[in-house]
Antibody, heavy 125, light 106 residues
Framework: QVQLRQSGPGLVKPSQTLSLTCAIS??????????WNWIRQSPSRGLEWLGR?????????DYAVSVKSRITINPDTSKNQFSLQLNSVTPEDTAVYYC???????????????WGQGTLVTVSS | DIQMTQSPSSLSASLGDRVTITCRAS??????LNWYQQKPGKAPKLLIY???TLQTGVPSRFSGSGSGTDFTLTISSLQPEDFATYYC?????????FGQGTKVEI
């Protein structure tokens, strides 16, 4: 059974960096079929895909244009986890952040089949 | 980006009702369409992928159909645990995008 367990602070000051980690059990971050995603949800923006990391003989990342200049997603194979860093946050980045697995990335059956529990991150001084 | 538009935004229904939710894509996405259910304070749960394939463990009262730009999610007989918000999501191109949600209320 795959489980994704998120960790990280729930309060970040404006202009600082939001950092979250997603620990994986029951699968490997190096799985060459899967992609590992970060998605956020807010009342104003709804569900918004932020980016992903995946391994296909080497590591790749894709990011949403809306955050591309501020986001980094990194895999950590030693701990079987992946992380999100979002720089220069503003109150508009306040949202619930989720990690999610896409087990069949880049196929016709691509979908987010397992999700983390969600982390409410508030950007406020 | 591909825009996903759901209708209605909310609906009221009774136990045992047949419920249909529509999702329209701003361009053709073949059958690269997934449906999720979300309850308050919880992460979305995958119900249907590839437009019509039921995820393992999801009750058979849920079904999906459609291709191209128009898709539907149907609940054949609404149960108490089905009161939730439902989202469609396209995985045809990056960025994957979601509909705005349909809240199913009593």
């Amino acid at each position: 059974q795959v489980q994704l367990r998120q960790s990280g602070p729930g309060l970040v000051k404006p202009s600082q960096t939001l950092s979250l980690t997603c620990a994986i059990s029951g699968d490997s971050v190096s799985d060459n079929r899967a992609a590992w995603n970060w998605i956020r949800q807010s009342p104003s923006r709804g569900l918004e895909w932020l980016g992903r990391t995946y391994y296909r003989s080497k590591w790749y990342n894709d990011y949403a244009v809306s955050v591309k200049s501020r986001i980094t997603i990194n895999p950590d194979t030693s701990k079987n986890q992946f992380s999100l860093q979002l720089n220069s946050v503003t109150p508009e980045d306040t949202a619930v952040y989720y990690c999610a697995r896409d087990d069949r990335a880049f196929t016709s059956t691509s979908c987010f089949d397992y999700w983390g529990q969600g982390t409410l991150v508030t950007v406020s001084s | 980006d591909i825009q996903m538009t759901q209708s209605p935004s909310s609906l009221s229904a009774s136990l045992g009702d047949r419920v249909t939710i529509t999702c329209r894509a701003s361009q053709s996405i073949s059958t690269y369409l997934n449906w999720y259910q979300q309850k308050p304070g919880k992460a979305p749960k995958l119900l249907i992928y590839a437009a019509s394939t039921l995820q393992t463990g999801v009750p058979s009262r849920f079904s999906g159909s459609g291709s191209g730009t128009d898709f539907t999610l149907t609940i054949s007989s609404l149960q108490p645990e089905d009161f939730a918000t439902y989202y469609c999501q396209q995985c045809y191109s990056t960025p994957q995008t979601f509909g705005q949600g349909t809240k199913v209320e009593i």
